[in-house]
């Protein structure tokens, strides 16, 4: 089906909207936003990521323009990155929602330890705004194969490694089998990847492990934090990813499109 543009969000399918989004994606919320995507059953709701903070309200109006009257229980945060992670405390403490996390991401979000978030070094690159930052807020601790469920629907969380450290992927069905790959910033639309050069959480061989094990759940569906959702064809594009692999180059990157050969053969 086509994506329906309501007052403020899209539908994807009758039971996922996008919700928010930068200016990597659809502008839905603040520029700084990661994707941010509504999985929902009519009433109650689960968001999949939670931006940066400062598009917090956007993405509550959109949420409710999308299903009027949707009650947040969930949020799913895919890993600690600002873009994806710092605004869970507003959108728990205006939700009442319980946020859901890995350990790693955890440390990030309750304060313990915010230098996997990356956000200092990021503002110095003039990548974020000064107002955005880290307010603590105390996660659900979730390991790899954790379910959430939604109505007539399953979310399944899996832990997917290679672009941050306790990263999650959720696979969310349908009641009819469909697979919906929500990525984070593990993979994106035709196969792109964002490998961070500075980062010491990026780990090619991790990545290409974690792709299989998506890739192998047949998602109709791929979609990702930043970027194009893809509707259909969602195993073609992870299978583009892949393909690279086996010829030796990595896979494109999200903003920069030059080859490279493997980092991780010598």
């Known amino acids: 089906m086509a994506p329906e543009m309501s007052t403020g969000g899209v539908a ?11 200016r990597l994606g659809a502008e839905l919320s603040h520029p700084c936003d990661s994707n941010i995507y509504l999985v929902h059953d009519g009433g109650e709701g689960v968001l999949i990521d939670a931006g940066c903070g400062l598009g917090s309200a956007d993405v509550l109006a ?17 890993h600690a990155h600002a873009d994806h992670a710092a ?20 440390a990030v979000l309750d304060a313990t330890d915010t230098t996997p978030s990356g956000l200092a070094g990021a ?41 941050a450290d306790g990263h999650l992927t959720a696979l969310v069905r349908d009641a009819d089998g ?13 196969g792109r990847a964002a ?38 064809r969602g195993r073609e594009h ?12 990595e896979p494109i990157r999200l903003i920069d499109p030059d080859v490279r050969p493997r980092r991780d053969r010598p």
């Open 12 to 22: 994807l399918t009758p039971s996922i909207a996008l919700v928010g989004g930068g």
């Open 62 to 78: 959109n949420a409710d323009a999308a299903v009027p009257g949707v009650r947040i229980s969930t949020i799913i945060v895919t």
């Open 87 to 106: 605004g869970a405390a507003s959108l728990a403490a205006a939700t009442g929602a319980v946020v859901v996390a890995t350990a790693h991401v955890g």
């Open 123 to 163: 503002k110095a690159q003039g990548i974020y705004p000064e107002e955005v930052a880290f307010t603590p807020v105390a996660p659900q601790i979730v390991a790899d194969g954790h379910e959430v469920t939604v109505g007539r629907l399953s979310i399944t969380l899996l832990l997917t490694e290679g672009h």
């Open 178 to 190: 469909t697979v919906s790959a929500c990525t984070g910033d593990l993979v994106f639309a035709e």
């Open 195 to 232: 490998l961070l050069d500075d980062s010491p959480e990026t780990d090619l061989t991790r990545w290409e492990a974690s792709v299989r094990r998506i890739a192998a759940e047949a998602p109709t569906r791929l979609l990702p934090g930043h970027g194009t959702p893809v509707l259909r």
């Open 238 to 249: 992870l299978a583009r990813a892949l393909d690279r692999l086996d010829r030796g180059i």
